[in-house]
């Protein structure tokens, strides 16, 4: 009968404990809702963080976050970029529904001052894909006929390929002849081209230098994609009259430069012109001669 009542004894303890250990180890959900206290619209992505076991997350689509926990007490911090951080310390033995209402912060910035210097000339002009030839120059390389010719000797330089033999056209880099942008005096040329394309329109004795850019174009010069060519033109004569001329196989040219105020007011005149029209002349008029023989012999 003793061990009877002893065997019942140990049954209901072992009973108890494991009632009791089910009891004690019991867990609770704990959902987090945040949202903005002005609007009340939900704030996903918001930070949800348990104090005591420094674990969280983060709010879905709808501002909600759930975890479970083994904890009565209950400490939790939420934040939220833009937002003041909030925190709640509660107790609960149930399931729990949390609401977190965020207020905006306001962040006052100090003043952001950016300031410039201006580039050294030196630097801005240095640039390898900028070549400048000096009149000089180009009146030492030979010519057709005789003639000196501008765009003819940019066609030696490296990166630049002639479009035919003979011709004006410019093909830098692989570009067209039409995506050069020619500048004289910083007036655009839209046809160099003269004598049937053998000669270009500028007279190398009213030139004072050329400089041909093959990449790195600056902004005030946009609207080309091979390059840029700008040519200057020389200044009058300030204090004396120079007169510059010659005659070559299919043109001729002459320049006159001087003052009309001395040292205040110059002049410049140039000009250009092939023979061809002179030959063209002369075969209308021998047309001309022929047709009015023929005509009188009919």
Known sequence: MFKYSLLKSCIFFSILVLYTSELFSQTITISVVVADKQSAESLPGATII?????????TDANGRFSFKTSSNNIRLKATFIGYKAAELNFSCKTDTIVYFKLTKSEIELKEVKIEAKKLIPDFV????????LPINQIKAIPGLGGETDVIKALQLLPGVQTSGEGSLGLNVRGGNSNQNLILLD???IYNSAHLFGFLSVFNPDAVAKVQIMKGGFPAEFGGRLSSVIEIDLKNGEPDKHRFEGGLGLIAGRFTAAGPIVSNKTSYLISARSSYVNLFLKAYELIQSINNIKRTNIG
């Open 50 to 58: 348990d104090l005591n076991t420094k674990k969280g997350g983060t």
């Open 125 to 132: 002009n240095r640039s390898t894909s900028t070549i400048e």
């Open 186 to 188: 910083g007036f655009s």
